[in-house]
């Protein structure tokens, strides 16, 4: 085996994907979605692993050792993969320590009743309710599986045990306990397994979803030592489920404790109270929050599940909720359009998202502030801050802890969502595990993974549509800009897509951002709510002239800014904020364009929001783009230079 393996990551829950660890560097990644066009897709198949292995330019044979995560609860699909078993026994060549391998091998029937399975008894009606909502949204075909013959591997939930973690504690209680660098914990979040796959047995690995997601965040920081603190939606709060707080320090990663947040799953039901939607709607609560004011916000609700329960004898979205409806109800507000789709910026709705919106900042800046108490009390002093899960893409949040936290640096990875899952099981097994140091990194954490694509599929594709005109003009920027200037909204399509939910210029939409018009215009465009924002891309090394508020450079469009001025009316919110993207040289094309732009408006900023269509996920290949031109009122497609319209059009 190489001293420096080469590791396949994978993650079987929703926002699915692959990885492909060469030398310790990402040489591939795909997420499900972009290949079978269902948003926030689960599972795995070879379809995705062939691809991202391509990508890398390496063989199945190449491949030393497998990483495996998944969401909580969710099952391994391995019936979607040929010749891929797993065996919950670990491979002969892999010595690397596991807590839980140790455990279990003094108490084996242990590892039976740990098996969880989640989507099959969902999806063939032996359990109903959310989880049915889910994964019919995210796992479609799985509707029509015998499941009977499916075959999965039940997802482990359960590693280490922690005496010290044990009772479950409040914010303040969790913060005046000391945290320590504990091997134990450090070994204790994964289980070895042997994998049996195209013919070979090669050491696998569980890991336990949120050591993926801070080793998917520490490990691309650039950081030398940083607290790391992760949260998600959906999950209860008891156990080490829905977060940890954890501690890296050159190539170790220590989980501390668990954080008990159930922040997460609040402000998804919030989302679907004002009618958003439960799968989806927590972007768009971001959104509405600021034409709403927090009136319904009330101390007594920020805390743990352990504060909450205390306070409240009760979880807290049924405490929230409960308090919101009462309240809006004794204010005398229109009762009537709590959660109509279709009244959903009315006072309502729009209070409740702004409540729900503050009561998400002040847990959350409770919570780091409890990790800094606990790290300290631990004799552990660090300025550097990295935050993941997929509440991490909370921007309002992410600068109100830059701003407000005991942090200086604050990093969030472009993958913070469970699409970076794939990525922080194969960086855990190689770093924490096996204990390969870090490469030297200048901490951009490159978003741009995806595949590119060759000239002959572009010509091809290109050539091959239907109802457009083509052409490739001698300098696709400036045509770009000048199509910019005349009031066009373009899309960009350049190289490798980005990883995240998040469009940064390689698979993007763009409008001037001078005409408050191109607001509505571009909503128009994608098929989106007329009241939901865009955000901006701005040149890296101009961004304090226009914004201020948040960290620079801010690379990936996680944190909130404040619009200076009023020049920029199409990105500006209605509150003045603004979730930023400095631009520099290794965002690609995009830069050439703001600088072509800026040269003749004296505005180095664009309008920039993803490639996609209603529903859909960010566009893929050039096939999508075209369609993309062919069934939306966009003006321009640029694909890798190439500038196309519908037959017809300018
Ligand atoms: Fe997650």
């Known amino acids: 085996m190489n001293d420096r393996p080469n590791i396949l990551g994978l993650h079987f829950g929703h926002d699915g994907a692959v990885c492909v660890l060469r030398n310790g560097e990402i040489a591939g990644y795909v997420l499900r979605e972009r290949i079978n ?29 497998i990483a495996i995560t998944s969401t909580q609860g969710v099952e391994l699909l391995v019936g979607l993969l040929e010749d891929f078993e ?29 098996q969880k399975f989640s989507v099959g008894p969902c999806l063939s009606g032996a359990v109903d309710g959310f989880g049915r909502t889910l994964y019919e949204s995210v796992f479609p075909e799985g509707i029509d599986f015998d499941w009977d013959r499916f075959a999965a591997v039940g997802w482990l939930d359960n590693y280490a045990s922690a005496r010290e973690w044990s009772p479950e504690l409040g914010l303040d209680a969790l913060g005046s306990r000391a945290a320590r660098q504990d091997e134990h914990l450090r070994h204790g979040f994964h289980l070895p397994v042997s994998v049996r796959w195209r013919g070979r047995s090669l050491p696998g690995c569980f890991v336990q979803h949120h050591m993926a997601h801070a080793a998917a965040c520490y490990y691309r920081s650039g950081f030398d030592a940083a607290a790391v603190l992760t949260h998600d939606g959906f999950l209860s709060g008891t156990g080490y489920h829905s977060g940890l707080n954890l501690y890296g320090e050159g190539h170790r990663l220590w989980p501390v404790s668990p954080n008990h947040l159930t922040l997460g799953m609040a402000y998804n039901f919030a989302a679907e109270m004002v009618g958003l939607g439960l799968v989806h709607g927590a972007g768009k609560l971001m959104g509405l929050a600021p034409y709403g004011q927090p009136v319904f916000f009330d101390s007594r609700f920020v805390g743990n599940e352990i504060d909450i329960r205390r306070q409240f004898d009760s979880d807290l979205w049924t405490a929230w909720s409960d308090h919101c409806r009462k309240e809006a109800m004794a204010r005398g507000y229109d009762i009537s359009a709590l959660g109509d789709p279709a009244r959903v910026t009315e006072a309502v709705n729009a209070d409740i998202a702004a409540s729900t919106q503050k009561l998400f900042e002040e847990t959350y800046l409770k919570a780091v502030r409890s990790l800094d108490r606990m790290l300290s009390g631990g004799g552990i002093r660090t300025d550097n801050l990295c935050l993941s899960g997929g509440t991490a893409l909370n921007c309002p949040s992410n600068s109100r802890i830059w701003r407000e936290g005991p942090y200086e640096n604050v990093f969030i990875e472009p993958t913070c969502d469970d699409g970076g899952l794939a990525i922080g099981a194969a960086l855990h097994l190689h770093h924490n595990l096996l204990d390969q140091p870090r490469p030297s990194d200048d901490g951009f954490a490159t978003p741009y993974l995806g595949g590119c694509c060759d000239e002959e599929m572009v010509e091809t594709t290109l050539k091959a549509a239907q109802g457009i005109t083509w052409e490739t003009p001698p300098n696709a920027a400036e045509a770009a800009a000048q199509d910019l200037l005349a009031d066009k909204v373009i899309a960009w399509f350049e190289g490798g897509s980005e990883a995240g939910p998040r469009a940064l210029g390689h698979r993007s939409i763009l409008a001037d951002v001078r005409s408050a018009d191109n607001w509505l215009r571009v909503n128009k465009v994608k098929g989106r709510e007329p009241w939901r924002p865009f955000a901006p891309v701005v040149l890296a090394e101009k961004a304090a002239d226009w914004f201020d508020g948040c960290p620079m450079p801010s690379p990936y469009m996680l944190f909130t800014a404040t619009v200076k001025g009023s020049d920029l009316p199409a990105i500006t919110h209605v509150d003045g904020s603004s979730r930023i993207q400095t631009v520099d040289e290794r965002c690609g094309g995009i830069r050439q364009i703001l600088e072509a732009f800026d040269r003749q408006t004296g505005v180095p900023v664009l309008l920039n929001t993803s490639f996609n269509g209603p529903g859909e996920p960010i566009v893929e290949t050039p096939t999508h783009a075209v369609a993309f031109l062919q069934n939306s009122d966009i003006d321009v497609v640029y694909i890798e230079g190439r500038r196309a319209v519908r037959d017809g059009a300018a």
């Open 37 to 65: 066009r269902t948003k926030h897709a689960l599972g795995v198949s070879d379809a995705e692993i062939d691809k991202a292995l391509s990508d890398a330019a390496i063989a199945p044979g190449d491949i030393d050792r």
């Open 86 to 114: 797993v065996s919950l026994e670990p491979h002969p060549d892999d010595t690397a320590p596991s807590t839980l391998r140790d455990a279990l091998r003094l108490d084996p029937a242990r590892i039976e009743p740990l």
